[in-house]
């Protein structure tokens, strides 16, 4: 393989789009899971002004850019997937047919190991290194979002009547109920925010949005606009009034979900599962594929889901000593985490547990999102 490392800002223009073009083009060839917005560069490329050692490998193969592997590094040579704690897929973006030697690119890109937590489907040469396996639940509006709702009635007929007839409720109660997909006012991003770090505490999670780094991330993202990404900031009203919001990725063919959270004073409403369904609504008018729920087993989730992708976490590794050490050490904090995630009740006595097996990095932090609804 003939493969160049770059930093974020060497990345050449004709690079971008060839990249973009790959992601594009990847769900006629079967593979829509390369389409996901956090694969994209514009997604690396904000990592790259909050975080350090983020770098780009691009394959060429007969001069031309035939995959590209964004990851971040440490001094010592330790890899990690890019924005691993807030990354909901990862891998190498590829065309049709590629494949690779994972030692090798390892090696080509000076990484020790590679550590994973969102891997997409289909990246058999890293699979391998694969610990575990999650589902990540997802909505399909492709043909459109009538045909999405008479799936819907027909897997979960109570649920569906029960939060339509919540969203009419909710007008009869509090007046008009407005729904805006693509909200460009920064103080409903800020709204969002705060409400999310409040659930956050609420549930005994480890608050994102108190990493400085994250913050500035998602700031970047939403004023990140083009005709193959964007950060989409999705607001539900009751009159001028915001009661629930969502923040995330849209690429040309998936949104994907990220940050949802609601007034709570409005929760015998579920406004998060009224915003989910009109988020889905106005995605099939975009030419939305599906709405991509994210890693994480929710009653919620399952409700809204028509299928489900799959993502897993893991290593990488090559013989080397830096490998073996960062591999013992993670491990049994990954074990630890899944097994907190699976249940909450045991927040606090794990969470004291991991801070006496040392400093927890912000890859380690919590990376299955919550929703109250």
């Known amino acids: 393989m003939d493969i160049s490392v770059y930093r974020p800002g060497e990345l050449t223009s004709a690079d971008r789009a060839a990249w973009t073009a790959l992601q594009s083009k990847a769900h006629l060839h079967g593979s829509s899971e390369l389409a996901n917005p956090f694969l994209s560069p514009e997604f690396t490329l904000a ?25 971040q590094r440490t001094t010592t040579g330790v890899g990690r ?40 489907e289909g990246q058999a040469p890293f699979e391998a290194g694969a610990s575990g396996a999650f589902p990540s639940p997802v909505m399909d509006v492709d043909q459109g979002y009538e045909a999405y709702l008479r799936q819907l009635r027909a897997q979960s007929p109570k649920f569906t009547k029960t939060t339509l007839a919540k969203g009419r409720k909710l007008g009869r109660d509090h007046g008009e109920v407005r729904y805006v997909h693509d909200e460009r006012d920064p103080g409903a991003l800020r709204t969002l925010m705060a409400w999310k770090s409040a659930q956050y505490r609420r549930t005994g999670r ?5 990493q400085a780094w ?4 998602v700031h970047q993202l939403f004023h990140s606009r083009s005709e193959s990404f964007a950060g989409i900031l999705s607001v539900l009203y009751v009159g001028d009034k915001p009661i629930a919001a969502h923040f995330g990725l849209r690429s040309d063919r998936v949104l994907a979900c990220w940050f949802p959270a609601y007034d709570p004073q409005f929760s015998k409403y579920s406004p998060g599962l009224v ?15 599906y709405l991509d729920l994210g890693r994480g087993q929710k009653e919620y989730k399952d409700s809204l889901k028509t299928r489900e992708l799959a993502v897993s976490e893991g290593w990488v590794t090559r013989r080397h000593p830096v490998a073996l050490g960062h591999r013992a050490r993670r491990a049994p904090v990954r074990a630890l985490r899944n097994a907190v995630l699976a249940r909450p009740e045991l927040f606090e006595p794990a969470d004291k547990m991991l801070k006496r097996m040392g400093k927890i990095r912000s890859g380690s932090q919590v990376t299955t999102k919550t929703t109250e609804t």
């Open 81 to 120: 997937a890019i924005g691993l704690g807030v990354s909901d897929c990862q891998g190498v973006v590829h065309r049709p047919g590629f494949t690779w030697d994972a030692r090798e690119l390892l090696r080509a890109c000076g990484l020790s190991v590679w550590e994973f937590d969102h891997l997409a």
């Open 47 to 71: 990592v790259g002004r909050c975080r350090r050692g983020v770098r780009i490998a691009v394959v060429r193969e007969g001069g031309e850019p035939a995959a590209f592997f964004p990851f």
């Open 206 to 210: 480890s608050d994102r949005f108190a």
């Open 275 to 289: 915003l989910h369904l009109r988020m889905a609504e106005a995605a099939a008018a975009d030419g939305i594929a």
């Open 214 to 217: 994250i913050t500035q991330l």
